[in-house]
């Protein structure tokens, strides 16, 4: 059996979803939407969890289920999510053929958008087709764009289905089946500040410090599954004064725990080494 997408209600789809705003915690208006749209395409049941209040959202993550009818079948559910980054609020969608872009003040809302619009339409076309299908659970997440927040709050005992696909992703061709884990990485190193043309001596530069354990570490590529680097420093007020506070901001990426571990503590065992090394006084 062969079911074509209806493009235009899709398109319609899409546009409804991404010019009803949902920046994070915002997602009050698009969570009582959906709850509308997937009911009215027959759910079985339509619940909203209690992570709102831990996350801050003017809305819990969804969790909507269709029974199907063919309960011997394994069923399945599908996860997207429903905020969008900022500026996100008073989205316009403007389309030129099959290109759809924001009015220009805003983001579009593609991501996660346009995976709810895709399920929205699978459902549609399953319930008007009257195809045959097992149980299919869909999950809203909130918050997803500062930490996936929704999810990390979310009651996975109330899911029925034992996997599912995340639709959430550039591309209409692959599949992502691994993601590395990452430790963000913040270091504050101290020194004592002073005025470097008077009384250099009694300074330490926390500049010079980082610097120098920045070029014991290595960074980039460190093996085929890990990453590291260091993406922002910030510190000093003047060409004349020693700084004596720098912090520095940076991230190791591995798909395995224990390499994370490993390679993270490394960094901090650095920079500790050099600042115990130091020969001028007490850095921190
Ligand atoms: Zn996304």
Redesign the pocket.
């Known amino acids: 059996m062969t079911v074509q997408i209806n493009r235009e209600r899709l398109a319609a789809t899409f546009t409804e979803l991404c010019e009803i705003s949902s920046p994070s915690r915002k997602e009050g208006a698009i969570a009582a939407h959906l709850k509308k749209s997937f009911a009215a395409l027959g759910a079985d049941s339509v619940y909203e969890d209690d992570s709102a209040s831990r996350t801050g959202s003017e809305s819990g993550n969804l969790i909507v289920r269709f029974a199907g009818n063919q309960p011997e079948r394994e069923g399945l559910f599908f996860s997207c999510?429903m905020d969008t980054v900022e500026p996100g609020m008073g989205v316009r969608v403007v389309r030129t053929g099959d290109i759809f872009t924001s009015a220009g003040e805003t983001v579009l809302g593609g991501?996660?958008k346009t995976g709810i619009a895709a399920v929205l339409e699978l459902l549609a076309l399953l319930k008007e087709n009257r195809i045959p299908h097992p149980k299919i659970e869909v999950v809203v997440t909130t918050c997803?764009?500062i930490g996936l927040l929704g999810a990390k709050h979310l009651d996975y005992k109330k899911l029925e289905t034992p996997y599912g696909y995340a639709l959430?992703s550039t591309g209409i061709n692959h599949v992502v089946i691994g993601a590395p884990a990452a430790n963000k990485i913040m270091i504050e190193l101290k020194g004592v500040a002073a005025h470097a043309g008077l009384c250099p001596e009694a300074g330490i530069n926390a500049l010079a410090l980082t610097v120098q354990a920045l070029a014991g570490i290595r960074l980039g590529r460190l093996d085929d599954e890990s990453t590291c680097n260091f993406g922002i420093i910030q510190g000093g007020v003047a060409t004349n004064i020693v700084p004596d506070k720098v912090v520095l901001r940076g991230e190791v990426r591995s798909h395995s725990q224990e390499k994370l571990t490993r390679y993270t503590d490394e960094i901090f065992a650095a920079f500790q080494s050099t600042v115990d090394n130091w020969q001028g006084g007490p850095a921190t």
């Open positions: 999510h991501d996660d997803e764009e959430d």
